[in-house]
């Protein structure tokens, strides 16, 4: 539970962008990256995730792991690694449009997971230090406008000698831009940029349909910043690596001579 000054203000934020996402549930829902995700669940063992995440997460040994996904959307990757053998697996996001969504994928294939409906700043107390492994994936960080606050919330899901495990767009593309009709070189914005940004032509990356929607606001934390709010949080560094590959909304930036990092794997841990 997040209660310090700033925490109505984070609210007020947290509950735009819950209208903003429950907006763009029906589209995704419509479009053919949701078919294939549940064509796919069908089938027994189905994973979404690539190389990179797979193998990082069976690294560090699924099959008696407790995993909790902190914003899971539609609930297709903590479907995944509940297909690759982790234990108990709760997904947690505060759309309840996505998460109709998660159910239906986890029933196609009658899979074992939990979804809990929830603001990740107002989490109740029984989830505290229940989970051996938390994952963060692509575009999460980017939606909290408190980030000490949201390590914090992470951490306290941990078991002792738990693991926080994050795959994430590199923190360089919020100078970029995702039109792939501009020139991949250029950088439109600042790396140290402090005001939101504030979207309301909808969040649509699966069809790149544009509609008027509620405003949700994103926010551009540096590196310094994530590894500053970790420490914060008492998460140590365990492994660090970045990635030329495109995970999110950037493959017009993939493949150039200059190029930019587009990805990175962050795995820290709390005191064993
Ligand atoms: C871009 S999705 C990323 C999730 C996943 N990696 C994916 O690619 O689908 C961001 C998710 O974060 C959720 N979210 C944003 N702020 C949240 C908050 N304060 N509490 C819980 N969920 C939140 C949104 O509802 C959305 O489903």
């Known amino acids: 539970m997040v209660e310090d000054k700033n925490s109505s203000s984070v609210r007020e934020i947290t509950a735009s962008n819950r209208v903003a ?10 479009n053919a990256q949701y078919a294939a995700h549940l064509a796919g669940f ?9 190389e990179t995440l797979t193998g990082r997460l069976l690294a560090l040994g ?30 947690i996001d505060q759309s309840a449009a996505f998460l109709a969504q998660a159910d239906e994928l986890a029933a196609a294939g009658g899979i074992d997971c939990e979804f809990l409906c929830r603001d990740i700043y107002d989490l109740p107390d029984d989830l505290r230090g229940a989970f051996d492994l938390a994952v963060i994936t692509i575009g999460v960080l980017c939606w909290m406008p408190d980030l000490e606050a949201f390590f914090a919330v992470a951490a306290g899901l941990l078991r002792r000698g738990g693991q926080l495990a994050i795959y994430e767009d590199h923190p360089i593309l919020n100078m970029a831009t995702e ?13 140290f940029r402090e005001e939101p ?53 950037w493959p017009h930036l993939e493949n150039q001579n200059a190029q930019l990092p587009l990805s990175y794997f962050l795995r820290l841990g709390n005191a064993a």
């Open 21 to 30: 996402w429950d907006e763009a549930a029906p589209y995704h829902r419509a």
């Open 42 to 50: 069908a089938r027994p063992g189905h994973s979404c995730l690539d």
């Open 179 to 191: 039109d792939p009709t501009q020139d991949p070189a250029r950088l439109f914005l600042s790396y």
């Open 197 to 249: 940004w504030v979207e309301e032509t909808g969040l649509d990356y699966y069809g790149n349909t544009t509609y008027k929607a509620a405003p949700s606001l994103c926010f551009f934390h540096k590196f310094s910043d994530i590894f500053m709010a970790a420490r914060s949080a008492s998460l140590e560094l365990r492994e660090f690596e970045e990635f030329a590959h495109n995970i999110g909304t």
């Open 62 to 91: 699924l099959e008696d792991k407790d995993v909790v996904q902190v914003c899971c959307n539609n609930g297709r990757e903590i479907l995944s690694i509940k297909n690759l053998g982790a234990a108990r697996c709760l997904g």
